[in-house]
T-cell receptor
């Protein structure tokens, strides 16, 4: 149990639709980062939020966006879904100068 | 370019045997290196955390080593169990907190 909860656990969407994935972190975890993990691959960094501001971004297009809220929860939004967006999406949160804890992931399938 | 490379890509061993997984990295500077265990479709769970000044760290049957001069780390698993079957991911944390993932080693323990 890492104290980081993601919802939903599984999701099926149609190409072109929009999706919102959620992550609930432990109190005090003011840094949250999101990752996309394709089958058989390591996680790829999407972006990171610190105190509700994006402070780092990987090589993902603008249709991947996020929000972080004062209650330590966050969202990953993906617009205009493509088939290649099918993956496990992970969030990781941490307090200052501590290790990151991962949620269990959301398995997104785009058909 | 920051990179973390792991070998082998996959490994099959018999229950009770030992194994060693390798991680080479070029991330510099870095604050610490971590090994995670990831069960299929789940989020990664931390096994060991080492700073650049530590050479070895144990967690039960898991022992991680780090050679900061050669930029190599290894994860040794002793007396393997069926429940050790998972993906093992080497993660280097760059200064600033960005997590840089290896692609993982898929370990399968057979009875």
């Amino acid at each position: 149990e890492t104290g980081v909860t993601q919802s939903p656990t599984h999701l099926i969407k149609t190409r072109g639709q929009q999706v919102t994935l959620r992550c609930s972190s432990q109190s005090g975890h003011n840094t949250v980062s999101w990752y996309q993990q394709a089958l058989g691959q390591g996680p790829q960094f999407i972006f990171q939020y610190y105190r509700e501001e994006e402070n780092g971004r990987g090589n993902f297009p603008p249709r991947f966006s996020g929000l972080q809220f004062p209650n330590y929860s966050s969202e990953l939004n993906v617009n205009a879904l493509e088939l290649d967006d099918s993956a496990l999406y992970l969030c990781a949160s941490r307090a200052p100068n501590t290790e990151a804890f991962f949620g269990q992931g959301t398995r997104l399938t785009v058909v | 370019k920051n990179q973390v490379e792991q070998s082998p890509q996959s490994l099959i061993i018999l229950e009770g045997k030992n194994c060693t997984l390798q991680c080479n990295y070029t991330v510099s500077p870095f604050s610490n290196l971590r090994w995670y265990k990831q069960d299929t479709g789940r989020g990664p769970v931390s096994l060991t955390i080492m700073t650049f000044s530590e050479n070895t760290k144990s967690n039960g049957r898991y022992t991680a080593t780090l050679d900061a001069d050669t930029k190599q780390s290894s994860l040794h698993i002793t007396a393997s169990q069926l429940s050790d079957s998972a993906s093992y991911i080497c993660v280097v944390i760059a200064q600033g907190g960005k997590l840089i993932f290896g692609q993982g080693t898929e370990l399968s323990v057979k009875p």
